[in-house]
């Protein structure tokens, strides 16, 4: 970069954002750290980029040297700091930061988009509910969120009775999506399949949401014979087959998951990343049935023919709900982490926590547990409920 350049402000903050989108985030973060005059768009950019990177903790040190800086923020930053809080769903955090919005910052369209959008991933639906009717020119935006919120609440039916509400000529793509997606995650199948029906241009991705929904509540051959019909006119789509996947995963199914899988890298060869995912999901789906070693090997294999490295999950909380000088302490850990200095504290807290549920009566599913059990304990092993008494539930 010549050094016309490197006092350029718009490459700079291009720069970044580029990065960012590459997951370069540690060169990213040098080149923000080089910007001498730094403005509103080079602390967004950066801020953007660590939300795409699944680092949204870090936007809050951001936003403490903003303040330090005197830096006004605008419209496009809140933003992306009400999406750091839809990432990380804890109340009291959004709070801090909705206090600081100006009110008639909070006015704007997108801004009362994305907090109903916050608040409903916080759990906050009647937050959210009350931002939705405070919008006097209500439009699909508004809508689509609102469903989208009463859906990831498990309120189907509020959902559906939203999308009734609507102007016919207001539903779009995304609504249609939302509204399956709440049928779904409520297990409301015939209202989704009616909704499905009365669609008159299924997209790719309606018919994503529908798969989706279908193999959630196991109905894996309706789910299959819709993807096939779909792909008589159209590619195959990786999503669909991962959605599909998932269901069998959340069933034990084994011959299922590894029907789907090859099949996936079959005809998805070059999807790596995604590939890594499925991988992950098999083996968890052996795990679940006590095929330990087979867990073992079969992940080990695949990860090893794909070439890639396995990226854990993290979690994160903030300490002790203490504010030190109005900036949260955020502590990020990945499953089994010791490496924390007060682990042995955290772990015995866990262990005191989970033994005062037991005694209300909390009773573990140890089909979810993906580690060999060592010692007997309060942990019972569960049988697999046969699909045919599933599919029955759902019928009655």
């Given amino acids: 970069m010549s050094n016309d350049c490197r006092n350029n402000n718009i490459v700079l903050n291009s720069a970044i954002d580029m990065l960012m989108k590459f997951r370069d985030v540690e060169s990213a973060e040098c080149i923000f750290d080089s910007i001498k005059k730094k403005n509103i768009i080079s602390y967004g950019a950066l801020m953007s980029g660590y939300n795409i990177n699944s680092k949204p903790w870090k936007c809050f040190k951001i936003l403490e040297e903003m303040k330090q800086q005197g830096v006004v923020l605008n419209e496009h930053v809140w933003n992306i700091l009400i999406g750091t809080c839809s990432k990380i769903d804890m109340i009291r955090q959004c709070q801090y930061i909705i206090d600081q919005i100006p ?15 916050m608040w409903s991933k916080c759990g906050s639906i009647e937050m959210a509910q009350n931002i939705f009717k405070s919008v006097h020119d209500q439009d699909i935006m508004i809508y689509n969120a609102m469903i989208n919120g009463f859906g990831l609440n498990g309120m189907g039916f509020e959902a559906i009775e939203l999308y009734r509400q609507m102007p016919n000529e207001l539903h779009d793509e995304v609504t249609h999506i939302c509204v399956l ?23 790719e991705k309606i018919v994503t949401a529908m798969t989706d929904c279908l193999s959630r509540l196991f109905l894996f051959d309706e789910a299959e014979k819709l993807i096939d019909e779909y ?46 995912s499925g991988t992950i999901l098999v083996s968890n789906i052996y795990s679940s049935i006590g095929e330990y ?6 992940r080990s294999s695949q990860i090893k023919e794909l070439g890639q490295k396995i990226k854990p999950g993290l979690s994160w909380t903030d300490g002790s709900g203490e504010i030190v000088k109005v900036c949260f302490v955020f502590y990020a850990f990945s499953a089994h982490d010791n490496s924390h200095p007060q682990s042995a504290e955290i772990h015995a807290e866990v262990n005191r926590m989970t033994s005062e549920v037991i005694k209300l009566g909390y009773k573990c599913d140890s089909s979810w547990v993906i580690r060999e059990l060592q010692a007997p304990g309060p942990i019972k092993r569960r049988r697999k409920r046969p699909e045919t008494a599933i599919k029955r539930q759902l019928t009655m």
Wanted: charged share 20%; proline share 3%; hydrophobic share 35%.
């Fill in 181 to 203: 997606n709440a049928c779904s995650h409520s297990g409301l199948l015939d209202q989704a399949r009616n909704i499905f029906n009365e669609i008159p241009f299924k997209t």
């Fill in 293 to 298: 070693q087979q867990a073992k090997e079969f």
């Fill in 231 to 276: 792909e008589t006119t159209n590619s195959p789509n990786f999503i669909m087959y991962m959605y599909l996947l998932s269901g069998a995963r959340n069933n034990h199914n084994s011959k299922l998951s590894e029907k789907i899988y090859n099949r996936m890298k079959s005809l998805f060869p070059d999807e790596k990343e995604g590939l890594t």
């Fill in 103 to 117: 009110l008639h910052i909070q006015n704007l369209k997108q801004i009362q988009i994305s907090l109903i959008h």
